[in-house]
């Protein structure tokens, strides 16, 4: 096993010391920096997980990075590596789920999304054609911006704290939706481009 599939799979091994930090309650201490209060909200449990998420999100990009200037790519890499982005960024928005911090129908709709491409995935893996479906530039797109999205939620939208509530909360806001939208556009570009094996009869 080369090194860009072992960096995808300590991606993997994190996951699970995500999850079982957000069930500690004594880390769901409030920071406040006073006068300023530019903590006010970020818990030491998600400050923890934010440096694990951020550590994840290395490995995919060095794994990458190796993976293409050394002519590393193959299949396990193709299949597991967006495999490993889905069920980390999944794991850390269900744990904001939980905070409050996302609402639901977002995190429905990019569940349904991975289903869906997962689906389609073993689809075309199951029929006789060789077709290996590799992440394309958007699911990249895709992927950066859910990263960008966890990172911003779980520092409680440190960065805008200083220019008001109201800010912070429209940019969170928006920043959900377009996150959405281009998972949800991403998806429907992975059925168009692999219809003719979903559609196809025998």
Same mark, same amino acid.
Do not use: H
């Given at each position: 096993?080369?090194?860009?599939?072992? #960096?995808?799979?300590?991606?993997?091994? #994190?996951?699970?010391?995500?999850?079982?930090? =957000?069930?500690?309650?004594?880390?769901?201490?409030?920071?406040?920096?006073?006068? =300023? $209060?530019?903590?006010?909200?970020?818990?030491?449990?998600? #400050?923890?997980?934010?440096?694990?998420?951020?550590?994840? =999100?290395?490995?995919? %990009?060095?794994?990458?990075?190796?993976?293409?200037?050394?002519?590393?790519?193959?299949? %396990?890499?193709?299949?597991?590596?967006? #495999?490993?982005?889905?069920?980390? @960024?999944?794991?850390?928005?269900? @744990?904001?789920?939980?905070?409050?911090?996302?609402?639901?129908?977002?995190?429905?709709?990019?569940?349904?999304?991975?289903?869906?491409?997962?689906?389609?995935?073993?689809? @075309?893996?199951? =029929?006789?054609?060789?077709?290996?479906?590799?992440?394309?530039?958007?699911?990249?797109?895709?992927?950066?911006?859910?990263?960008?999205?966890?990172?911003?939620?779980?520092?409680? $939208?440190?960065?805008?704290?200083?220019?008001?509530?109201?800010?912070?909360?429209?940019?969170?806001?928006?920043?959900?939706?377009?996150?959405?939208?281009?998972?949800?556009?991403? $998806?429907?570009?992975?059925?168009?481009?692999?219809?003719? @094996?979903?559609?196809?009869?025998?």
């Amino acid at each position: 096993m080369n090194l860009p599939n072992k #960096l995808t799979i300590i991606r993997v091994l #994190l996951i699970p010391i995500i999850i079982v930090i =957000s069930l500690f309650e004594s880390l769901q201490t409030n920071f406040v920096i006073a006068p =300023s $209060g530019m903590l006010q909200g970020l818990t030491m449990g998600n #400050l923890i997980i934010l440096g694990i998420f951020l550590l994840a =999100s290395l490995t995919d %990009f060095l794994d990458g990075y190796i993976a293409r200037k050394y002519q590393m790519i193959t299949t %396990f890499g193709k299949f597991m590596d967006p #495999l490993a982005d889905k069920i980390l @960024v999944l794991a850390a928005m269900i @744990v904001l789920l939980e905070q409050g911090r996302i609402p639901g129908w977002a995190v429905v709709l990019i569940l349904a999304r991975e289903f869906i491409v997962t689906g389609i995935r073993l689809i @075309v893996v199951s =029929s006789n054609t060789s077709k290996v479906i590799a992440a394309g530039v958007l699911g990249k797109i895709k992927t950066n911006l859910q990263i960008f999205m966890v990172v911003f939620l779980l520092s409680n $939208g440190i960065p805008f704290s200083s220019f008001g509530d109201s800010i912070g909360y429209w940019f969170n806001q928006t920043l959900i939706i377009v996150a959405v939208l281009v998972t949800v556009v991403s $998806g429907a570009q992975y059925f168009i481009q692999n219809k003719d @094996v979903i559609m196809e009869s025998k």
